[in-house]
């Protein structure tokens, strides 16, 4: 098949956050995983394959030079990454693969990669058995996937599944791994595919798929239609809640019944017409629009029928699913570290299992708490660096901070500000569970940089632009990109000491 020359082998550099200690990061690893090239000397690999990379390279079938590569874009939500290479030696001698269209149930597939067990090129086969709204692991989300009796193994993921006539139709991405399954792989399909090239094309980034900002529940008991105000003719499902931060919320209602998306009449049970005997659920119609399109939606209200004109927009989560590339901000003083959490940062913690191990109030705002305001995160206490000013606080782990001397915390740059700006003789943490914690507001401040000595930190805060640029300049020891800044103080001898330290920490 000529069309596997275009299947390259894709190794990469990671550098993964360190969220038990964030001002820094773990150590680097390496992996390798299967891409392929594609038109406009592009090269498509799974998102999950170049996660916190540092260096990216490529190496072509029968080739033994591995080339550098440029991460254009990485669409976390669709498990896709867009690379290309600069230098023109890369590109001589191959065909980019051409898409073929969504293959139907028992079409034979092969799957082409480089998965672990050798080094050349491995191909495998198999049909599609499934073809359904799947839950993507990477991105937390759900979109159009197939499921096909093909292996699928570590290394394969980016590597493409072709058709009979050696048309690409999808992307290798994960595979489930159970002791009642065998052989059952997923592949992101071509309107997946498509959307992520286009987006790409239309605005030059990936700004993701968006969703009806809603939750919605089955309207098949006909009690329930009934009391409703459904017709008998009538189908559609009920809007539970409205996210706070969707465009929907200026519209939709708890207890509308939406009964058609774009024209097409969704049913009882939430699916729409797919193809011949097939149905889908009618998140698909939504996930083939793009960031910023409207939709026309036809709901039910108080037994009238209503049309809006929703404009469509990426999901607002309170506990986010990533941090895209970016280190996780925290902020510390006196020995408290305050972070905002998200899923990386859960299964940091508490490991792949965080959904049964986490603490209950934390998994529950992870997964039925909607965010108020675009702005809004939840502020824990990660950890507390012990020392005398903290005596009796040192068991708090991951609580979240509800208020600060009696005002509600909207975020961590929000608390920053509040303890920063603080001119009160008392700094009072209110925290879940009913706990309090109060600390002297000078002593606090005072031995917040003796605590960041101790433990090598450059910084009580990831970013000093979170909060008001006149306390960035007000703090005697801060760091920017890696670069020590003593303000003027009156304790010179002091501080001279405290850069000493620090820097033969840092070998300088």
């Known amino acids: 098949m000529p069309s596997m020359d275009a299947v390259v082998k894709v190794f990469c550099v990671h550098t993964e956050p360190n969220f038990s200690l964030p001002w820094q990061r773990k150590r680097q690893y390496s992996s390798s995983s299967s891409g392929f090239i594609i038109g406009g000397r592009r090269v498509l690999t799974n998102a999950h394959s170049v996660e916190h990379y540092t260096q990216v390279k490529l190496k072509k079938r029968g080739s033994d030079t591995k080339y550098l590569a440029t991460v254009l874009a990485i669409g976390t939500e669709c498990d896709i990454a867009m690379l290309t290479v600069e230098d023109d030696e890369f590109w001589k001698g191959v065909s980019p693969l051409e898409f073929g269209s969504l293959p139907a149930l028992q079409d034979a597939v092969t799957v082409v990669g480089y998965p672990i067990g050798g080094d050349t090129i491995s191909v495998t086969s198999g049909v599609v058995s499934r073809i359904e709204i799947l839950s993507y692991v990477h991105g937390s989300t759900e979109l159009l996937g197939l499921q096909i009796d093909a292996a699928i193994n570590s290394g394969n993921s980016g590597g493409p599944a072709f058709n009979d006539k050696g048309k690409c139709v999808g992307i290798a991405f994960q595979s489930l791994k159970h002791e009642d399954v065998e052989n059952i792989g997923y592949v992101i399909p071509t309107p997946v595919i498509n959307h992520f090239i286009q987006d790409y094309e239309k605005s030059g980034e990936y700004t993701g798929f968006p969703i009806l900002g809603i939750e919605w529940q089955k309207m098949e008991n006909p009690d329930l239609r009934k009391a409703m105000g459904m017709k008998s003719d009538q189908k559609g499902v009920r809007v539970r809640r409205v996210e706070p931060t969707a465009p929907e919320s200026g519209c939709l209602q708890p207890s509308d019944i939406i009964l058609s998306f774009d024209g097409i009449d969704i049913a009882n049970d939430g699916t729409v017409p797919f193809r011949h005997g097939e149905r889908i659920g009618f998140s698909y119609l939504i996930s083939q629009k793009y960031t910023g399109e ?208 620090f820097c033969s920490h840092l070998n300088i």
């Open 294 to 501: 409207k939709a026309y939606v036809k709901i039910l209200r108080n037994s009238k029928v209503l049309e809006f004109n929703i404009k469509l927009a990426t999901h607002k989560r309170l506990i986010p699913a990533h941090i895209k590339g970016r280190p996780p901000s925290y902020y510390i003083v006196a020995g408290f570290v305050f972070m905002v959490v998200s899923v990386p940062y859960l299964r940091s913690e508490y490991g792949k299992d965080y959904e049964y191990d986490a603490p209950v109030k934390l998994l529950d705002k992870h997964l039925h708490a909607m965010a108020q305001s675009p702005d809004e995160q939840l502020v824990v206490v990660s950890q507390v660096l012990v020392a005398d000013i903290n005596i009796g606080y040192e068991e708090i782990v991951n609580i979240q901070v509800l208020s600060f001397n009696g005002k509600p915390v909207k975020n961590l740059k929000h608390l920053a500000t509040m303890v920063e700006d603080c001119n009160e003789e008392y700094l009072k943490f209110d925290m879940d569970y009913d706990q309090l914690v109060v600390l002297e507001a000078k002593t606090a401040k005072a031995a917040t940089q003796d605590i960041l000595t101790t433990h090598c930190i450059p910084s009580a805060i990831s970013d000093w632009s979170l909060v008001a640029p006149k306390k960035a300049k007000d703090s005697r020891f801060t760091s920017q990109v890696g670069l020590i800044r003593l303000n003027d103080s009156k304790e010179p001898l002091r501080y001279w000491g405290i850069l000493q330290k």
